[in-house]
Nanobody
Framework: HVQLVESGGGLVQAGGSLRLSCAAS????????MGWFRHAPGNEREFVEA????????DNTSSVKGRFTISRDGTKNTVYLQMNSLKPEDTAVYYC????????????????WGQGTQVTVSS
């Protein structure tokens, strides 16, 4: 079965860094866009970043621009989110997602979701 599994979340102080990983299995994802959403308590789910198998990236949202960087490995079955200069408002459950293109993924209706990994940033 298709599965996306996130890892790498944890507790970090403001200004610190974390790298999230998402390992995909169950089908070929090389032609799929993969990326990240986050969901904080009391807030709506928010798109973060995504990337195609060919290397095209979305522009960063205003809240993470210049701080977060998405990447994928050579097999295209793992996607990463390098998070630097973390702020308390970055605290959320971060979800990996995949779909056939950047546009459909970004609007929040991806075909596949992971289970999420908790990121907590203390002040």
């Amino acid at each position: 079965h298709v599965q996306l599994v996130e890892s790498g979340g944890g507790l970090v102080q403001a200004g610190g860094s974390l790298r999230l990983s998402c390992a995909a299995s169950g089908r070929t994802f090389s032609s799929y866009a993969m990326g990240w959403f986050r969901h904080a308590p009391g807030n709506e789910r928010e798109f973060v970043e995504a990337m195609t198998g060919g290397g095209t990236r979305t522009d960063n949202t205003s809240s993470v621009k210049g701080r977060f960087t998405i990447s994928r490995d050579g097999t295209k079955n793992t996607v990463y989110l390098q998070m630097n200069s973390l702020k308390p408002e970055d605290t959320a459950v971060y979800y990996c997602a995949a779909d056939t293109g950047l546009a459909v993924l970004r609007v929040g209706s991806p075909a596949y979701w992971g289970q999420g990994t908790q990121v907590t940033v203390s002040s």
